[in-house]
């Protein structure tokens, strides 16, 4: 009698430039979102004076700013990859049936390589370097 368990998915993509101009593309609109709320709070905080509600508008400003400084480093980041190499985007959860005497080993995380939205290989747990 066998179990199933879950294991980590590691999705990597080969970068491309259609990869880049895409992430590139979701980071910008991104940026323009939370640079529309950061507008819209701005009034808000300007017309609630000192009010109790001002510290939670504030602090969402903060937390808006925050996110915009990290969509712009993960902008330079994906700027700076090399096309052809691969980059960590997730990972998901696959599960997998295990019974006595099943090798152990094939139970680490396994990754998924895809390159312009099609799966190019998978790496198995067994086959992976044995330093992670």
Same mark, same amino acid.
């Given at each position: 009698?066998?179990?199933?368990?879950?294991?980590?998915?590691?999705v990597k993509v080969v970068v491309t430039e259609s990869f880049r101009d895409s992430r590139l593309a979701q980071i910008r609109a991104a940026i323009a979102k939370l640079d529309a709320v950061g507008r819209q709070l701005a009034v808000?905080?300007?017309?609630?004076?000192?009010?109790?509600?001002?510290?939670?508008?504030?602090?969402?400003?903060?937390?808006?700013?925050?996110?915009?400084?990290?969509?712009?480093?993960?902008?330079?980041?994906?700027?700076? #990859?090399?096309?052809?190499? @691969?980059?960590? !985007?997730?990972?998901?959860?696959?599960?997998?049936?295990? %019974?006595? +005497?099943?090798?152990?080993? #094939?139970?680490?995380?396994? @990754?998924?390589? !895809?390159?312009?939205?099609?799966?190019?290989?998978?790496? %198995?747990? +067994?086959?992976?370097?044995?330093?992670?």
């Open positions: 009698m066998g179990i199933v368990i879950k294991r980590p998915v590691h808000n905080i300007e017309s609630r004076g000192d009010d109790e509600v001002r510290p939670r508008l504030d602090e969402q400003a903060h937390r808006n700013k925050q996110a915009k400084a990290a969509l712009k480093h993960e902008a330079d980041g994906i700027s700076a #990859l090399e096309l052809g190499a @691969e980059h960590g !985007v997730g990972v998901l959860e696959c599960t997998v049936e295990v %019974d006595v +005497g099943d090798d152990f080993s #094939l139970l680490k995380a396994c @990754e998924i390589v !895809v390159k312009d939205d099609i799966i190019i290989e998978i790496r %198995d747990g +067994g086959r992976l370097d044995e330093s992670q």
